[in-house]
């Protein structure tokens, strides 16, 4: 049952992102920026279809990857520094800049560690909520850092031309933030989410699961 609830969830997440990519890539902000943004959704949408009868995802995270692909559409369809959402945020919380891009960032955290919480529970690589939350939280974390260099390489080669995909907006510590949100994203999907995934994960692998 929940297996076809899945399968479902694929195919209109699928769906919907393809149409939310069709929609951003019209007339995006900046085209360069648009596809540097939204590489990730569309390098993670054929994973997930070839793994779909191997490994086939719980329900909730394969909702919450379809999110963290429309959060990046968004974004680069915008730029992250630009988003009508985010203008909204920032009046709504009188913040000095626009803070769109850390919604990313926690979905950056939150979507790793539950990715890789769940490969270590139905793996069996690891044994005990402390452990697998502990290895979790060091992938997510490691995504996240890994994102920054990826980041940096950009700037480095394209000079200039990667303000709009930095989105820093003037602030030195953009980095450290960006990392700092990752990690919030990461102990949400730990501990805020873990019993509603430990649920989905046990009647996944359940026979006729």
Wanted: proline residues 5%; charged residues 15%.
């Amino acid at each position: 049952m929940q297996a076809e609830s899945g399968r479902w969830l694929l195919i209109g997440g699928t769906l919907l992102v393809l149409v939310a990519l069709l929609l951003s890539g019209i007339a995006p902000y900046d085209r360069a920026t648009w596809v540097l943004e939204v590489a990730p959704a569309v390098i993670a949408l054929p994973i997930l279809w070839f793994t779909r009868k191997r490994f086939p995802l719980t329900p909730l995270l394969y909702g919450l990857v379809f999110l963290h692909a429309l959060v990046l559409i968004y974004g680069g369809a915008y730029s992250y520094a630009r988003v009508p959402l985010g203008f909204e945020i920032q009046a709504w919380f009188d913040l000095s800049r626009n803070p769109y891009d850390k919604i990313g960032h926690f979905f950056q955290g939150l979507v790793p560690a539950l990715l890789a919480r769940e490969i270590l529970i139905r793996g069996c690589f690891a044994r005990g909520p402390w452990m697998v939350g502990f290895l979790a939280l060091c992938v997510a974390m490691t995504v996240s850092a890994v994102y920054e260099l990826i980041e940096w390489g950009v700037a480095v080669v394209a000079g200039g031309g990667a303000v709009e995909f930095l989105g820093t907006q003037g602030d030195p510590w953009d980095a450290q933030s960006d990392m700092a949100f990752a990690l919030v994203g990461a102990v949400v999907a730990i501990t805020a989410f873990g019993r509603w995934h430990d649920r989905q994960i046990a009647r996944l692998s359940a026979p006729g699961g």
